[in-house]
């Protein structure tokens, strides 16, 4: 069930969307969380269908914010809020509420959503394109217990990670460290048959990826070595080499989607690692609503001063 709202306010919609749950029987009491989705027209459809995809293992009631700020010396919107509500079949596993905010509401986008929270549960905020300098600070972070970035959207995805380290909360998470898990994973777990002193070690990657400095600190700040950033054609990250004293454990992705495992003394094998989707990369972010030390750890480590090669 859809129903559109036009020139509204928080309270009218919430009463709308009790009316719309009475009519399609969608009571509230299985929404585990609130998650506001933070975005701009261009990336609202992606984002929405993703968030959508992943309350189907989280179901959540889904506000997406979407500000329509104007642009240009002659162009002026008069403040004013417009709804989508979407509930039953055309929600997925919760309820979508779609929030586009003109004029001087677009700075007031806190006070909108209050209202329109799930009671009693925890709020979740994502900005999948650009997101604020400080996600603890925004009037829509503060009402969230985790806030969810994306540093590989930002105009400059390295050096955007300089910020998120200085503006650091806890509860705070970013989807370039979230893609790395099955990395981190297999890197791990390739030790468990012997523990061998690493000596160094190198990152290759398609060049200004976020997820790739962060494997590289991580390993600094794991393995007490200098990693090398290797810039190559991608996609994304493509190699990690760990030169080893009985030898080179390496990582090779050339093609996203299966890796090549070497070990020093085991046979080479082949394991998955493919490159995830939006939605199931949310998917696990929303499965752990806590703080996450270990992003904190890797995103605060100075890198060492390591070359680059082409």
Same mark, same amino acid.
């Given at each position: ?5 036009? $020139? ?5 919609? $919430? ?11 969608? =009571? /509230? ?21 993703? #968030? ?18 104007? *642009?240009?010396?002659?162009? *002026? ?14 929600? &997925?596993? +919760?309820?979508?509420?779609?929030? *586009? @905010? ?9 006070? %909108?959503?209050? =209202? ?15 997101? =604020? ?15 969810? /970035? $994306?540093?590989?959207?930002?105009? $400059?995805? !390295?050096? %955007? ?7 650091? #909360? ?11 898990? =099955? ?39 794991? @393995? ?6 290797? #810039? ?23 093609? &996203?989607?299966?890796?090549?495992? %070497?070990?020093? +003394? ?14 199931? @990369?949310?998917?696990?972010?929303? *499965? ?12 605060? !480590? ?9």
């Amino acid at each position: 069930m859809r129903t559109e709202l036009t $020139d509204t306010t928080s309270s009218k919609i $919430d009463r709308a969307m009790l009316a719309a749950r009475r009519a399609v029987g969608s =009571p /509230t009491m299985g929404l585990v969380l609130t998650l506001l989705v933070v975005t701009d027209e261009e990336n609202a459809y992606d984002a929405v269908r993703a #968030a959508s995809e992943a309350s189907h293992e989280h179901p959540c009631r889904i506000i997406a914010v979407i500000k329509r700020t104007s *642009r240009g010396p002659q162009r *002026r919107h008069r403040t004013r809020l417009d709804a989508e509500l979407r509930v039953g079949s055309d929600a &997925g596993s +919760g309820e979508i509420v779609l929030l *586009r @905010l003109h004029g001087d509401l677009t700075s007031q986008a806190g006070s %909108v959503v209050l =209202p329109l929270l799930v009671p009693d549960a925890p709020v979740v905020a994502w900005w999948p394109a650009e997101a =604020p300098a400080d996600p603890a600070r925004d009037e829509l972070g503060r009402l969230a217990q985790r806030r969810i /970035t $994306d540093s590989q959207a930002a105009a $400059d995805p !390295v050096g %955007v990670l300089t910020e998120r380290a200085a503006s650091y #909360a806890p509860g705070d998470t970013d989807l370039a460290w979230t893609r790395l898990t =099955p990395w981190r994973s297999l890197l791990t777990s390739s030790f468990d048959q012997k523990a061998l002193p690493v000596t160094g070690a190198a990152v290759e990657s398609e060049p200004d990826n976020a997820s790739a400095e962060l494997l590289a600190r991580w390993l600094e700040h794991r @393995l007490g070595v200098a990693v090398e950033r290797v #810039a190559t054609d991608g996609p994304v990250i493509t190699r990690v080499r760990l030169a080893t004293t009985a030898g080179e454990v390496r990582v090779d992705r050339p093609a &996203g989607v299966l890796a090549q495992l %070497v070990l020093p +003394g085991w046979p080479d094998r082949k394991v998955a690692l493919k490159i995830r989707s939006s939605a199931e @990369l949310l998917a696990e972010e929303l *499965r752990w609503l806590g703080a996450d030390e270990v992003y904190a750890s890797a995103l605060r !480590v100075r890198p060492a001063q390591a070359s680059l090669s082409a």
